[in-house]
């Protein structure tokens, strides 16, 4: 079975660009979770989808940061404009349901902001 | 509030050498959950055990134990007979059942030598 597909794996970009990453689930996954990885500050839940549906964003740093999930398969999050402190690893994971379950992480896509 | 706490930074071993890693967590609700992750120099993660509060029964899955204890607020993770294909950075995490975030712990990173 496929795990948590994420693209790009790598992404480099100047500061002010739009920044978008991707993220495809487990099938039959119905949660769904981005993470932030970074030296300074560890691993951060951005924000949580439960049935495609925004259920907690309070680790959205800030309103350059935008997450959709437009159907059961596909959810994007959105940087823009992008700052060079948006440096990081970008996990996305996803569970059977709720987050007491257990998260599958994908890859991760590793952002350089320049 | 819930926390996880991984005192132990880094831990340097040798093979075939007996590690345990420590986990300390806060939480004020009855029922919650407890995971370990591995993180290999590759850089994706890797679930390893989930575990309820409702369950302290040690589990061993191969050269991996693990050993919860309520009293202590403790889920030490103990791996035997260490390879260096063990290298890696092992994060615990928490979950209350009324809660949708994922506390992660700052993450021990074991080196084991050959």
């Known amino acids: 079975d496929a795990g948590v597909i994420q693209s790009p794996r790598h992404e480099v970009t100047e500061m002010g660009q739009e920044v978008t990453l991707r993220c495809k689930p487990i099938?039959?996954?119905?949660?769904l979770f981005w993470y932030r990885q970074t030296m300074m500050r560890g691993l951060e839940l951005l924000i949580y989808?439960?049935?495609?549906?925004?259920?907690?964003d309070s680790g959205m740093p800030e309103d350059r940061f935008s997450a959709k999930m437009p159907n059961a398969s596909f959810s994007t999050l959105k940087i823009q404009p992008s700052e060079p402190r948006d440096s990081a690893v970008y996990f996305c994971?996803?569970?059977?349901?709720?987050?007491?379950?257990?998260?599958?992480f994908g890859p991760g896509t590793r952002l350089l902001v320049l | 509030a819930q926390k996880v706490t991984q005192a132990q930074t880094e831990i340097s071993v040798v093979e075939k050498e007996d590690v345990t890693l420590d986990c300390v967590y806060e939480?004020?609700?009855?029922?919650?959950?407890l995971f370990w992750y591995k993180q290999p120099p590759s850089g994706e993660l890797v679930f390893l055990i989930r575990?309820?509060?409702?369950?302290?029964q040690n589990e061993i899955s191969g050269r991996y134990s693990w050993n919860f204890q309520k009293s202590t607020s403790s889920f030490n993770f103990t791996i035997t007979a260490s390879q260096v294909v063990d290298s890696a950075v092992y994060f615990c995490?928490?979950?209350?059942?009324?809660?949708?975030?994922?506390?992660f712990g700052s993450g021990t990173k074991l080196n084991v030598k050959p």
């Open positions: 099938s039959g996954h119905n949660s």
């Open positions: 995490a928490l979950i209350g059942y009324n809660f949708n975030k994922f506390y």
């Open positions: 994971a996803s569970s059977l349901s709720g987050g007491e379950e257990t998260q599958y």
């Open positions: 575990r309820n509060s409702f369950d302290e």
């Open positions: 989808f439960n049935n495609n549906v925004p259920i907690d």
């Open positions: 939480t004020r609700d009855t029922t919650y959950y």
